[in-house]
């Protein structure tokens, strides 16, 4: 009998030979071809995905998308993926090991920070180019649909099954919704570990095993999303303790598996130090306690029928969507799940038929709060501070495409149950039904919102029951390998289909405001500035610009302190790793407020500019109510209006008389029209200011100017109505948890239960300490006096020469001090004159070094401790795989006998 594991150079014994086993080479150039073939939405319609048109805040002329809605799932696919990982790249093309990013906070580690995968060659290199991010997932899909192609053949499966369990991988859920951050690097290694794991199985195959082993869990953890990592981790354990069961030499399997685990985690060492060493300046294992959070049930329904609640972001003012759509990472769909059912009760693997079953009832639970399934997982060492209803997607997903792919294969024998799937399938799309019904109380849908998602449910409904009535038809008239190469892409043009959606709500491209961009890098030297918009949270280190903002996870504790006791104290509202004025809940009045009051430390970092939106004001002005908490948005379409009731605090005796008014608002990624009026009245009188919303700017207050300004007194009664006038798409009202003494109502006059807005009182400003330096239709830069340098001495009068970023040169009479405006951690060296010299706390946060009387040549370096530790581990580990490659050759070559000549 022929080595069964033996499969990926021959088919199966049994099963006969298909077209495809004459054109071998057929399977790796569809799964080559399909990913570009796949985006063909975005070329027919010349919409783009790059999320810098969406998420950098640095652009300009953007138009509309075909779809409302979001075309990827996390805006942090551009702040981190993108943005970081571009800078990482430019390090590594410049020779420069990636570290630390200079342009974020007051500089931050760029590899600690791991979501950027700044160790991710030769896949970060990508992230050089504009539409980087395009070329980077492209290159995963076709990476997990080779892989996958390559796992399903070494299950014993055709090569028709497996091309087709390719494509849906690499089609999958997870890539479609690009759910941000890195995630996605890390989706194609979790097949090739696999693929490892079953050739470990194989005496033949132990080296390359190890080999693939290692890239599979070493690959995962460079990819620099620990979470997803260790999820597909402990799903390949679990395959690898079934494996086990089944091997008569269990002890080469271990082996195999150990040593290509420990060569996996060597290769990974210098991205495990620089995190580990992060980790320890900051409380997030203390702070990132996830396990009892889930999708609320009724989000069940979105994996069945994918955009059952509309395209990704849409809420229509329903926080229980919100919470939805802000979970979830990923879809299979009710065809994927007819196949995968018949696949499960299916004669073939049963032992890794049943994994993958508990498996996906050990995800679905844990996703969507099944208590026992939840106390159960939560028992799992780290699981607790796992994300895990969010980034598991990847291994469900593939948990479901390998039954059905046995249910594919299993149609050359015509074994394929059918009556119970098809029965259990029927079930699950009509409790899905039930769970999307937009008639349901708990949605708070008023009729407008209603019909928008009976739309979407009908055509959630049509598309996944027309797929499905589709399939039976062709299995009713069809037989043999007709009926599985027909039904094989029914599967693969419904995934296709759905992998396309999201690509309708990309934007036709516009540019990046270069003028503004060019004007800081220009001026700003080695100074910061700071943002109360637009240039969005570390796309200055796209920019290489330095800015005070951040969005880090994890992020250094004396640095998120600082910030909230002397720069910003809402920055709490995201346990610090967010520090930018317009993310919900926060509040840009508030930020500028901050400004005025903590100016002596804005200037002592040397923040030179403020950077706003046009008509952010940088003065002082009221924000009324106090708004904390979680926001969501209230879509305002055309016609309609809301009104906010309530009394004049106290806070409102000094203000002189009020001119200008905003509401803080969203406006869908610029995709908002019309005017808005806004109306103020209080004691008998009333004034009004109106704007266009094209000149909105997207989570930010809209602000216009008052007719006549309005003197409001404390502890009389007062109104706000803002009123959709024109235009042709909604605007989305930023809504809070009520404040007690206020009431909203909508146009008719009904209460909006428990929840209020944010308003921003304001006068004309005085520019005073900031002078306008630059203005366009993006963005206003306010210049603010006093910024202190970059390079600073103390104790003597010396003389600076040649500042850059790591070096300076000082010349001091005198014995003095050198002040750095950089994060001190450990990690920073420093020499003067070549020699070593200590580095010293500076006012809680930047860092400070001994100056000696004359010429002081300085220069600073920045590596984790025990980097070079790390690195020595990581060429042991590359040492390891290379000699499972290439050592069978070496040892028979030394065994080969020498001849000579007499």
């Not at 027919?44 to 995905?49: D, K, P, Q, V």
């Not at 796992?151 to 494509?167: E, F, K, P």
């Not at 390998?481 to 759905?498: A, F, Q, Y």
């Not at 009020?658 to 004691?683: L, R, W």
């Amino acid at each position: 009998m022929p080595n069964t594991l033996d499969v990926v150079s021959q088919p199966s014994a049994v099963a006969p030979i298909e077209w495809l086993d004459r054109h071998p080479w057929l399977p790796f150039l569809i799964l080559v071809i399909a990913p570009f073939l796949g985006h063909s939405a975005s070329w027919l319609t010349g919409l783009s995905s790059n999320p810098i048109w969406t998420e950098s805040g640095s652009v300009i002329g953007i138009g509309p998308s075909l779809v409302v809605g979001g075309d990827f799932g996390d805006p942090n696919v551009g702040w981190t993926n993108q943005a970081l990982g571009h800078l990482a790249a430019q390090d590594w093309l410049h020779f420069t090991l990636p570290w630390w990013n200079p342009y974020s906070g007051i500089g931050l580690p760029l590899a600690g920070e791991m979501q950027p995968a700044a160790m991710f060659l030769p896949f970060v290199l990508l992230l050089t180019l504009q539409n980087g991010m395009f070329w980077l997932e492209i290159s995963l899909q076709i990476f997990a649909g080779l892989a996958t192609f390559s796992l399903l053949r070494r299950l014993d499966l055709g090569r028709l099954t497996a091309v087709v369990g390719g494509l849906l991988f690499a089609f999958s859920g997870t890539f479609a919704w690009v759910p941000g951050e890195t995630i996605l690097n890390v989706v194609p290694f979790l097949p090739l570990l696999l693929l490892g794991i079953e050739d470990a199985r194989d005496p033949a195959r132990q080296r390359r095993a190890v080999v693939l082993i290692a890239i599979g869990i070493g690959g995962s953890i460079l990819a620099g999303f620990p979470e997803a990592a260790y999820i597909d981790g402990l799903f390949a354990l679990m395959w690898t303790i079934v494996r086990l069961f089944q091997t008569s030499d269990p002890k080469r399997l271990i082996t195999s598996v150990v040593l290509g685990g420990i060569a996996g985690l060597l290769i990974a060492a210098p991205q495990i130090v620089a995190f580990a060493d992060f980790s320890l300046t900051n409380d997030v294992f203390q702070t990132h306690q996830f396990g009892s959070n889930y999708i609320p049930p009724r989000g069940f329904a979105v994996t069945v029928l994918p955009y059952v609640f509309g395209p990704l972001g849409t809420s229509l003012g329903s926080s229980l969507l919100l919470s939805v759509s802000g979970g979830t990472g990923g879809y299979v769909g009710a065809l994927l799940i007819l196949f995968g059912a018949a696949g499960l009760v299916s004669r073939r693997d049963r032992p890794i038929a049943m994994l993958l079953a508990v498996w996906l009832v050990l995800s679905i639970g844990k996703s969507f709060g099944f208590s026992p399934i939840l106390f159960l997982v939560n028992a799992v060492p780290l699981m607790k501070e796992v994300m895990f209803w969010r980034y598991s997607s990847q291994s469900w997903e593939l948990a479901l495409i390998i039954p059905a792919c046995f249910a594919l294969e299993d149609a050359r024998t015509d074994t394929v149950k059918r009556v119970g799937p098809i029965i259990a399938t029927l079930a699950i799309v009509g409790l899905s039904i039930w769970l999307a019904w937009p008639w349901a109380k708990i949605w708070h849908w008023n009729a407008a919102n209603r019909a928008v998602m009976v739309l979407w449910l009908f055509r959630a409904v049509s598309f996944e029951c027309g797929a499905l009535l589709l399939l039976m038809v062709v299995w009713l008239t069809t037989h043999s390998e007709t009926r599985r190469w027909v039904s094989g892409v029914i599967l693969v043009l419904n995934t296709g289909v759905l992998f396309m959606v999201p690509q309708l709500s990309g934007h036709r491209p516009g540019h990046v405001d270069w003028d503004g961009i060019k004007y800081l890098q220009s001026h700003l030297k080695l100074r910061r500035f700071y943002t109360l918009g637009p240039i969005d949270p570390n796309y200055s280190a796209y920019f290489n610009i330095p800015n005070l903002n951040h969005n880090y996870l994890p992020t250094a504790l004396n640095w998120t302190n600082f910030i909230h006791h002397h720069l910003f104290t809402q920055v709490e509202a995201h346990g610090g790793n967010i520090f930018y004025a317009p993310f919900p809940p926060m509040s840009i009045t508030a930020a500028a407020n901050d400004i005025s009051r903590f100016r002596n430390e804005y200037q002592y970092l040397g923040v030179r500019y403020i950077v706003t939106s046009p008509g952010v004001l940088v003065t002082p002005s009221i924000t009324y109510p106090a708004t904390v908490g979680s926001a969501n948005g209230l879509a305002l379409y055309p016609g309609q209006s809301i009104t906010f009731r309530s009394i004049v605090p106290p806070s409102f005796a000094e203000m002189p008389p009020i001119n200008q008014i905003g509401i803080n608002q969203g406006n869908y990624d610029n995709e908002a029209t019309g005017i808005m009026s806004i109306k103020v009245c209080a004691s008998s009188q009333c004034t009004t200011g109106a704007g266009n919303l094209r000149q909105s700017h997207d989570n930010t207050p809209f602000t216009v100017t008052l007719a006549t300004p309005i003197i409001l007194h404390a502890g009389e009664h007062f109104t706000v109505t803002v009123t959709h006038r024109t235009g042709t798409s909604p605007d989305a009202i930023w809504l809070y948890p009520d404040a007690a003494t206020a009431q909203l109502t909508n146009g008719t006059g009904h209460i909006i239960p428990g929840r209020t807005v944010e308003i921003v009182f304001s006068v004309t400003p005085k520019h005073g300490r900031f002078t306008q330096v630059y203005s366009d239709q993006l963005m206003t830069i306010w210049r603010l006096k006093g910024a202190d340098p970059f390079y600073s001495t103390i104790g003597g009068s010396c003389m600076i020469q040649k500042p850059r970023m790591n070096t300076v040169t000082v010349i001091c009479p005198t014995a003095a001090r050198l002040v750095r405006r950089e994060l001190f951690m450990a990690g920073w060296r420093a020499t003067d004159n070549g020699e070593p010299v200590a580095i010293s706390l500076h006012h809680a946060i930047v860092q400070s070094i001994p100056l000696h009387p004359g010429r002081n040549h300085i220069q600073f370096r920045f590596a984790p401790p025990y980097a070079g530790l790390a690195w020595v581990l990581f060429w042991l580990g590359v040492l390891i795989m290379m000699w499972q490659g290439i050592g069978p050759w070496i040892t028979a070559k030394a065994r080969q006998p020498t001849c000579r000549h007499i």
